[in-house]
């Protein structure tokens, strides 16, 4: 029979010997780094006119890296600006990293999808057209309507998530389409939510 233990009061440290425990993170700060840093990345580019701006934008992973904008923006609700602009980055890394893949998916899915594959503008449905696209809905962010960016993002999501629904085995790619229409949903709600001045 084991021997009751009462529970020990919680000792209490200073600031001090918290401090030297390691470096502490303030949740409210980085919630407030989230969203202001997604703010004004979104508002130097719409301002900016400059072309040299925008790409220097739109290949903002390929300088900084994805683990990067992952620890600044990853934590936060997908249907916030940092959380839509992070999925935005997200595809294109993937769309740009493994083109024949998300073409030959993408490809598959057409049939099933048409109206997606119109708004997703991938034509013909090749890795260098892929690849293409990729950049030019980011440019779109930055330079067009923010919201059929977004829009544009979730269809070709959607035409993925035809595809690997008719070509994909096992459950893990049944798992990475539900993921991918969840982020299809996840775009086209902050579509919507830009539209109505409430995207923040």
């Known amino acids: ?15 001090a010997a ?3 425990l390691g470096e502490r993170s303030d949740p409210i700060a980085e919630l407030h780094a989230a969203h202001e840093t997604a703010a004004v ?12 701006v925008t790409e220097r934008l739109i290949a903002l992973v390929d300088d900084i890296g994805l683990p990067t904008l992952a620890d600044l923006w990853a934590s936060r609700p ?10 935005l980055y997200v ?8 083109p024949a893949d998300a073409a030959r998916e993408y490809a598959y899915g057409v049939p099933y999808t048409e109206p997606n594959h ?17 950049d030019e809905i980011l440019r779109g962010v930055f330079t067009g ?3 059929v960016a977004l829009e544009r993002a979730a269809a070709f999501c959607r035409v993925v998530v035809a595809g690997r629904a008719f070509a994909g085995e096992g459950t893990l790619s049944v798992m990475d389409a539900a993921r991918l229409r969840d982020m299809a949903d996840d775009l086209t709600a902050s579509a ?6 409430k995207l923040n």
């Not at 029979?1 to 600031?15: A, L, V």
């Not at 919507?192 to 001045?197: D, I, K, S, V």
């Open 1 to 15: 029979m084991s021997e009751y233990h009462k529970p020990r009061r919680p000792s209490f440290r200073d600031p």
């Open 18 to 20: 918290l401090e030297a």
């Open 41 to 52: 990345l979104l508002h130097t580019g719409r301002a900016a006119g400059d072309p040299a």
């Open 78 to 87: 997908a249907r916030s600006l940092p959380g839509a602009l992070f999925r």
């Open 91 to 98: 595809l294109r890394e993937w769309m740009r990293t493994s």
């Open 118 to 134: 119109v708004v997703a503008g991938v034509e013909p449905t090749g890795p260098t057209e892929v690849a293409r696209v990729a």
């Open 145 to 147: 309507d923010f919201a």
């Open 192 to 197: 919507r939510l830009w539209r109505a001045g």
